[in-house]
């Protein structure tokens, strides 16, 4: 299986996300060599329910579709955290992403670690 690669990235000195097709061979050049201001965003090969891709970073909410907790029914415990890359795979809130995509047709961006902070602050419930 294989996924596009792709990128974007976090201006620090502007505070601006910038597409990575937005960018020339030296630009992306300088984002990838300057890493105290340009930070990537890793694109995950995923999109959410409005078909917008998703990226590491990118903060989403999703109901976590447990079947230990519910027998296999649809709960409605709605979970919201950054997508984050370790171990090889995309995560959030401890729970692989492509086990996200795949379980939620309500999977959604609601923004992102660098513009929307308190977010990750809020309640879900």
């Given at each position: 299986?294989?996924?596009?690669?792709?990128?974007?990235?976090?201006?620090?000195?502007?505070?601006?996300?910038?597409?990575a097709?937005?960018?020339?061979?030296?630009?992306?050049?300088?984002?990838?060599?300057?890493?105290?201001?340009?930070?990537?965003?890793?694109?995950?090969?995923?999109?959410?329910?409005?078909?917008?891709?998703?990226?590491?970073?990118?903060?989403?909410?999703?109901?976590?579709?447990?079947?230990?907790?519910?027998?296999?029914?649809?709960?409605?415990?709605?979970?919201?955290?950054?997508?984050?890359?370790?171990?090889?795979?995309?995560?959030?809130?401890?729970?692989?992403?492509?086990?996200?995509?795949?379980?939620d047709?309500?999977?959604?961006?609601?923004?992102?670690?660098?513009?929307?902070?308190?977010?990750?602050?809020?309640?879900?419930?």
């Amino acid at each position: 299986m294989s996924r596009e690669i792709k990128f974007e990235f976090w201006d620090t000195d502007f505070n601006e996300m910038i597409p990575a097709d937005e960018l020339t061979a030296i630009g992306i050049g300088n984002a990838l060599t300057d890493k105290k201001r340009y930070i990537p965003r890793q694109y995950t090969g995923l999109k959410d329910k409005h078909e917008t891709n998703i990226y590491e970073g990118d903060i989403i909410e999703f109901n976590d579709c447990s079947y230990d907790r519910t027998g296999g029914n649809r709960g409605d415990q709605i979970l919201r955290g950054p997508v984050v890359y370790t171990g090889a795979a995309f995560w959030c809130e401890g729970i692989l992403l492509i086990d996200v995509e795949c379980n939620d047709e309500e999977l959604e961006i609601i923004g992102n670690i660098y513009e929307n902070k308190e977010l990750l602050e809020e309640s879900t419930t």
